[in-house]
Nanobody, 128 residues
Framework: QVHLVESGGGLVQAGDSLTLSCAAS????????MGWFRQAPEKEREFVAS??????????WYTDSVKGRFTITRDAAKTTVYLRMISPKPEDTGVYYC???????????????????WGQGTQVTVSS
């Protein structure tokens, strides 16, 4: 059974940095696309970043608003995916979810409907 457990959320000031972690179990890590989504109050869940391993090469994608500030990385040995947030902004506030779906692709997986495993989420609050 696949389990995803996020950690690392909290209160951070704009301009600081924060790293979220998602520990995955019950899956063959390299065979899954891993994604990060977020949901602000009264808003729909939105894509943040995803990463996929294809033939030993990791492909990553980001929503435009976080490009250059957020970095998704995968550690196969620890079966953990990270989201490094540099210079977060108040509009980055929300519950951040880790997601997984079996497969490997060079395409971005931006739709929440494309993922079938989710973590419980971790709150990130960015103060101005």
């Amino acid at each position: 059974q696949v389990h995803l457990v996020e950690s690392g959320g909290g209160l951070v000031q704009a301009g600081d940095s924060l790293t979220l972690s998602c520990a995955a179990s019950g899956l063959t890590f390299r065979a899954y696309v891993m994604g990060w989504f977020r949901q602000a109050p009264e808003k729909e869940r939105e894509f943040v970043a995803s990463g996929s391993s294809v033939g030993g090469v990791t492909y990553t994608w980001y929503t435009d608003s976080v490009k250059g500030r957020f970095t998704i990385t995968r550690d196969a040995a620890k079966t953990t995916v990270y989201l490094r947030m540099i210079s977060p902004k108040p509009e980055d506030t929300g519950v951040y979810y880790c997601a997984a779906v079996f497969g490997s692709t060079r395409r971005a997986m931006q739709s929440p409907q494309g993922y079938n495993f989710w973590g419980q989420g971790t709150q990130v609050t960015v103060s101005s």
